[in-house]
C-alpha cells in the first residue's frame, strides 16, 4: 500500500515564525501536491512537483514556498506564518508525470494554528 | 478554481439505507473521482470512472457518468455507521492542466 506520511497532526505556531510542513512517500511517486483545506472552501492546490527539484504553482501559492530535494520528501514552507494561514494542510502524491489527473494518495494531514 | 460541486451539502440518513451524492461540474472532463474524508483526516480514493464509462461498481459503491449532463452520481447501498464522511468528487478538465480539482464536498452522516 502507497503510504504518505506528513511530520507532525497538530502544529501551533505563532505569527512570525518560519513553519516547516515535511511530507514522504515510499512509493516512488513523481508527483507531489500541497493543498490546504478550510471550511466552505474545500482543498485548494498551493504548490505541486513533477519532479525532484521542479515545483509549479497551485491556486493560492502566496505567502508559500515548496522544497523538493529528494523524490520521497516534499517540504512546505511558510516564511513568516500569519493567523490566516491556520488550516489543515493536506499532502498527496500521484504516481507519474503523465498521469497526473490519476489517483492521489494522500498523507493524514497536518492541522496548523497560527497564533 | 471551482470545477466540481457536490449536492447536498449535509446529508443525514439511517443506517440501511442508502445514500445518493451528486456532482456537477462545469467543463469537459478526463476523468472523475470521488474520495472519501473521514473527520480530521486524509482523503481517501473510492473510485475513478473515466470520461468513456458510464457506470462503475466497487463493493457497496455505485458511480454513474453523464457527461452530456456534466454530472456524476455516487450511491452508497446498505449504509454503515462507519460510512460517515465527507465525500469529494475530484475531476480532471480537457484539456490536462495537470490539476485534479476538488469540489467542497457532502457530508454523510449515517444514523443508528
Redesign the interface.
Known amino acids: 500500500d502507497v503510504k504518505v506520511t506528513q511530520s507532525s497532526r497538530y502544529l501551533v505556531k505563532r505569527t512570525g515564525e518560519k513553519v516547516f510542513l515535511e511530507c514522504v512517500q515510499d512509493m516512488d511517486h513523481e508527483n507531489m501536491f500541497w493543498y490546504r483545506q478550510d471550511p466552505g472552501l474545500g482543498l485548494r492546490l498551493i504548490y505541486f512537483s513533477y519532479d525532484v527539484k521542479m515545483k509549479e504553482k497551485g491556486d493560492i501559492p502566496e505567502g508559500y514556498s515548496v522544497s523538493r530535494e529528494k523524490k520521497e520528501r516534499f517540504s512546505l514552507i511558510l516564511e513568516s506564518a500569519s493567523t490566516n494561514q491556520t488550516s489543515m494542510y493536506l499532502c498527496a502524491s500521484s504516481p507519474a508525470r503523465g498521469s497526473l489527473g490519476d489517483t492521489q494518495y494522500f498523507g493524514p494531514g497536518t492541522r496548523l494554528t497560527v497564533l | ?2 470545477q466540481g460541486e457536490e449536492d447536498p451539502q449535509a446529508l443525514s440518513i439511517q443506517e440501511g439505507e442508502n445514500a445518493t451524492m451528486n456532482c456537477s461540474y462545469k467543463t469537459s472532463i ?2 472523475l ?1 470521488w ?1 472519501r474524508q473521514n473527520s ?6 473510492l473510485i ?1 470512472i473515466r470520461s468513456n464509462e458510464r457506470e462503475k461498481h466497487s463493493g457497496r459503491l455505485r458511480v454513474t457518468l453523464d457527461t452530456s449532463k456534466k454530472s456524476s452520481s455516487l450511491l452508497i447501498t446498505a449504509s454503515r455507521a462507519a460510512d460517515t464522511a465527507s465525500y ?1 468528487c ?1 475531476t ?1 478538465p480537457i484539456p ?1 492542466d ?3 480539482i ?4 457532502t457530508r454523510l452522516h449515517i444514523l443508528p
Open positions: 478554481s471551482q478526463n476523468n473521482q474520495y480530521g483526516r486524509g482523503l481517501v480514493h475513478l469529494f475530484a480532471v490536462r495537470d490539476k485534479i476538488f469540489g467542497k464536498g
